[in-house]
């Protein structure tokens, strides 16, 4: 079946510390995987997206996610992590041929001043 | 600037009474959806809708209703047959299938 999985449920890092959110993915075809960003009361908001091609992708806020495929990981980082970050991160793989998407349980990010 | 509008952002109701979410995009999108948040569980489908007088039931339909008259509207409404319908939902719309979402603001519900 397939799914996504968010190991952590909670991380704390120091602002200025670099930061690795895991993700692990099922799914039998080529995936299509995003990463969203929700802050308290609001909407989940893109971050990245990743369709094909270079398993580097870049995204908004300093974010960047790899695509490995042999471990079926997309593991979003920042090499330093601002205050303003500590929101809860999803990720999230799209059902090729489908209306259907499958989002992880999230993780709560905190940051130390 | 397109996006996603839902209203109420907060809404109270009586046990018993339907309540109706609104959910308006100006983004063009053909793709409209219902997601429910709760605390631990991430996001779970409602409703899909991929096309204007078309929908699709999602993983958690029971006790919801929605429609789809027009391209930019998806209203979802909560029905009393809903057993815990507390909680905070998100209407979300896409180019196509395998697009991003494009979420609104949500719209937090407490029913008492």
């Known amino acids: 079946a397939q799914s996504v999985t968010q190991p952590d449920i909670h991380i704390t890092v120091s602002e200025g510390a670099s930061l690795e959110l895991r993700c692990n993915y099922s799914?039998?075809?080529?995936?299509?995987l995003f990463w969203y960003v929700q802050s308290p009361g609001q909407g989940l908001q893109l971050l990245l997206k990743?369709?094909?091609?270079?398993?580097l992708v870049q995204g908004i806020k300093g974010f960047e996610a790899e695509f490995k495929r042999s471990q079926s990981s997309f593991n979003l980082r920042k090499p330093s992590v601002h205050w303003s970050d500590a929101a809860e991160y999803f990720c999230?793989?799209?059902?090729?041929?489908?209306?259907?998407?499958?989002f992880g349980t999230g993780t709560r990010l905190k940051v130390l001043a | 600037d397109g996006g996603i509008t839902q209203s109420p952002k907060y809404l109270f109701r009586k046990e018993g009474q339907n309540v109706t979410l609104s959910c308006e995009q100006n983004?063009?999108?053909?793709?409209m959806y219902w997601y429910r948040q709760d605390p631990g569980q991430g996001l779970r489908l409602i409703y899909y809708?991929?096309?204007?007088?078309?929908?699709q039931k999602g993983d958690i339909a029971e006790g919801y209703s929605v429609s789809r008259e027009k391209k930019e509207s998806f209203p979802l409404t909560v029905t009393s047959a809903q057993k815990n319908p507390t909680a905070f939902y998100l209407c979300?719309?896409?180019?196509?299938?395998?697009?991003?979402?494009?979420f609104g603001n949500g719209t937090r519900l407490t029913v008492t």
């Open positions: 799914y039998g075809a080529t995936p299509y």
């Open positions: 809708s991929q096309i204007v007088n078309d929908f």
């Open positions: 990743y369709f094909s091609g270079d398993t």
């Open positions: 979300a719309s896409s180019n196509t299938g395998n697009s991003p979402l494009h």
């Open positions: 999230a793989v799209a059902i090729s041929g489908t209306y259907k998407y499958i």
């Open positions: 983004l063009n999108h053909d793709a």
